[in-house]
């Protein structure tokens, strides 16, 4: 009896998912959507990224695509590289803490590149969306966290083959054209951690989302490839993992849905999440004490080993590095009372800030017991900060943000009210949407 290979199971499942059942997911996917449209609202007026305007070349046909907020449209598969891009400059988009990535901002400009001149109702859209980030977490748990730590960015890697599965169920492909979109997809997935505190690290979204939109797509055209992506020899499973728990791809596959359990972690501060921890013990002590900056004598950032992997920088020489480091993060914290946008303009880091830096060091304690439920699992992080006269201390194990302290709805839109010119019409398109709006109306206010 002919047995299904694992590449063919998961195409089966991408295309039977039926995410319109759930009606959380649903909802969860339009929250998402905001906060998405938000973020690449608050980057697209920054000067020093108009030299993608010089490369890509501006279309003016019918068949174009808007890039968000900035009045220029290119065609359909250079507007998912450009809207991946904006969407992920500021590191300000949500995260899903299971897939270690940042789904949104490779699977939503994929399927805007594909949907906005087609007749999709935004509830197929929506529902595209929950499938992608679905493939997106059950391939990292797959992958193990082996693929993180050798220095892959699972935001590329793997978001390439999220957004070709998400791109594929729009489109309505056949298993055997899944099959090999995610095949397609698969040899073009890179992306190096190295990149952090750089512009290609935003790059990686957006070429992800490309790629993977280019996969779904030439797959309709019956592209010979292989479609055996997670099977064969040298498939992708063992090439990009030493310790692959293969039969986790399909397991309890929609059981829940990954975007409503554990759901998607809305960022309140434009860096790295894994400085989350910090941000909010300084903050707890900033509440409790007053902290003169020239009494602070020193500062430890107590992790347990590993717990700072994506934190790069312990002596960042741009803000733009800023963002993973917890040495900047609590200096500028400390000194502003905040986190914000503005921690992190600018060219260079001034001596004040740089002074602070150096008192501030990390620890790595293995004996410490993280909490059983901690967010991420098995993280935390402690800071001890001594004054010429006290030392005072705060530990945080659930982050702001995070699926057991999380921003409310309320609070995903406020933050979209800041940053968009069109709020209320906008707004009021995407949560009052049912299933028969066409995209199109939305689209017209981005």
Same mark, same amino acid.
């Given at each position: 009896?002919y047995?299904?290979?694992?590449?063919?199971?998961i195409?089966?499942?991408?295309?039977?998912?039926?995410?319109?059942?759930?009606?959380t997911?649903?909802?969860?996917?339009?929250?998402?959507?905001?906060?998405?449209?938000a =973020?690449?609202?608050?980057?697209?007026?920054?000067?020093?990224?108009?030299?993608?305007?010089?490369?890509?070349?501006?279309?003016k046909?019918?068949?174009?695509?808007? =890039?968000?907020?900035k009045?220029?449209?290119?065609?359909?598969?250079?507007?998912?590289?450009?809207?991946?891009?904006?969407?992920?400059?500021?590191?300000f988009d949500?995260?899903?803490?299971?897939?270690?990535?940042?789904p949104?901002?490779?699977?939503?400009?994929?399927?805007?590149s594909?949907?906005?001149?087609?007749?999709?109702?935004?509830?197929?859209?929506?529902?595209?969306?929950?499938?992608?980030?679905?493939?997106?977490v059950?391939?990292? +748990?797959?992958?193990?966290?082996?693929h993180?730590?050798? #220095?892959?960015?699972n935001?590329?890697?793997?978001?390439?083959i999220?957004?070709s599965?998400?791109?594929?169920?729009?489109?309505?492909?056949s &298993?055997?054209?899944?099959?090999?979109?995610?095949?397609?997809?698969?040899?073009?997935?890179?992306?190096?951690?190295l990149?952090?505190?750089?512009e290609?690290?935003?790059?990686?979204?957006?070429?992800?989302?490309r790629?993977?939109v280019?996969?779904?797509? $030439?797959?309709?055209?019956n592209?010979?490839?292989?479609?055996?992506?997670?099977?064969?020899?040298?498939?992708?499973?063992?090439?990009y993992?030493?310790?692959?728990?293969?039969? +986790?791809?399909?397991?309890?596959?929609?059981?829940?849905?990954?975007?409503?359990?554990? #759901?998607?972690?809305?960022?309140?501060?434009?860096?790295?999440s894994?400085?989350?921890?910090?941000?909010?013990?300084?903050?707890?002590?900033? +509440?409790?004490?007053?902290?003169?900056?020239?009494?602070?004598?020193?500062?430890?950032?107590i992790?347990?080993?590993? #717990?700072?992997?994506?934190? $790069?920088?312990?002596?960042?020489?741009t803000?733009?590095?800023?963002?993973?480091?917890?040495?900047?993060?609590?200096?500028k914290?400390?000194v502003?009372?905040d986190?914000t946008?503005?921690t992190f303009?600018?060219?260079?880091?001034?001596g004040?800030?740089?002074?602070?830096?150096? /008192?501030i060091?990390?620890?790595?304690?293995?004996?410490?017991?993280?909490? /059983?439920?901690?967010?991420?699992? &098995?993280?935390?992080?402690?800071i &001890?900060?001594?004054l /010429?006269?006290k030392?005072?201390?705060s530990?945080?194990d659930?982050?702001l943000g995070?699926?057991?302290?999380?921003?409310?709805k309320?609070e =995903?839109?406020?933050?979209?009210?800041?940053?968009s /010119?069109n709020?209320?019409?906008?707004?009021?398109?995407?949560l009052?949407?049912?299933?028969?709006?066409?995209?199109?109306?939305?689209y017209? +206010?981005?």
């Amino acid at each position: 009896m002919y047995e299904e290979n694992l590449t063919s199971k998961i195409s089966k499942l991408i295309i039977s998912s039926d995410p319109l059942i759930n009606g959380t997911a649903i909802e969860n996917a339009k929250i998402a959507f905001i906060d998405y449209l938000a =973020v690449t609202f608050a980057v697209s007026n920054y000067n020093n990224i108009e030299v993608f305007n010089n490369i890509l070349k501006e279309s003016k046909d019918k068949n174009s695509i808007k =890039v968000i907020g900035k009045g220029f449209k290119t065609d359909s598969l250079n507007s998912a590289l450009y809207n991946g891009f904006l969407g992920h400059y500021l590191d300000f988009d949500d995260v899903h803490e299971e897939s270690r990535s940042h789904p949104s901002v490779v699977i939503f400009p994929a399927l805007l590149s594909l949907s906005l001149h087609r007749k999709y109702t935004f509830y197929e859209f929506l529902s595209a969306y929950v499938v992608g980030v679905e493939t997106m977490v059950k391939l990292t +748990k797959a992958l193990g966290d082996n693929h993180y730590n050798k #220095g892959w960015h699972n935001t590329s890697t793997i978001g390439v083959i999220a957004a070709s599965a998400a791109s594929s169920y729009l489109l309505k492909s056949s &298993k055997d054209q899944v099959a090999t979109a995610l095949g397609i997809a698969a040899t073009t997935a890179s992306g190096l951690r190295l990149q952090f505190g750089t512009e290609v690290k935003p790059l990686h979204a957006g070429l992800s989302s490309r790629s993977g939109v280019f996969a779904a797509q $030439i797959s309709l055209n019956n592209i010979k490839g292989s479609r055996e992506v997670f099977d064969s020899q040298n498939n992708y499973l063992d090439v990009y993992s030493d310790f692959p728990m293969r039969e +986790k791809l399909i397991e309890s596959w929609g059981e829940p849905w990954a975007i409503t359990s554990p #759901g998607l972690w809305f960022k309140k501060y434009p860096c790295c999440s894994a400085s989350y921890h910090a941000i909010d013990a300084i903050k707890s002590i900033l +509440k409790k004490a007053i902290v003169k900056i020239d009494d602070i004598e020193f500062i430890e950032v107590i992790y347990p080993p590993g #717990g700072d992997e994506a934190l $790069i920088y312990k002596t960042p020489q741009t803000p733009q590095q800023g963002k993973f480091s917890v040495e900047y993060i609590i200096a500028k914290c400390l000194v502003d009372g905040d986190v914000t946008i503005n921690t992190f303009n600018g060219n260079s880091i001034d001596g004040e800030i740089g002074s602070l830096m150096s /008192k501030i060091r990390r620890v790595y304690d293995p004996t410490i017991k993280p909490e /059983k439920d901690a967010i991420p699992q &098995k993280r935390f992080t402690i800071i &001890k900060l001594k004054l /010429k006269d006290k030392m005072l201390e705060s530990r945080v194990d659930y982050p702001l943000g995070s699926s057991k302290k999380p921003l409310t709805k309320g609070e =995903v839109i406020q933050k979209f009210e800041l940053i968009s /010119k069109n709020k209320d019409l906008l707004l009021k398109e995407i949560l009052d949407s049912n299933e028969m709006t066409l995209l199109q109306s939305i689209y017209n +206010k981005i």
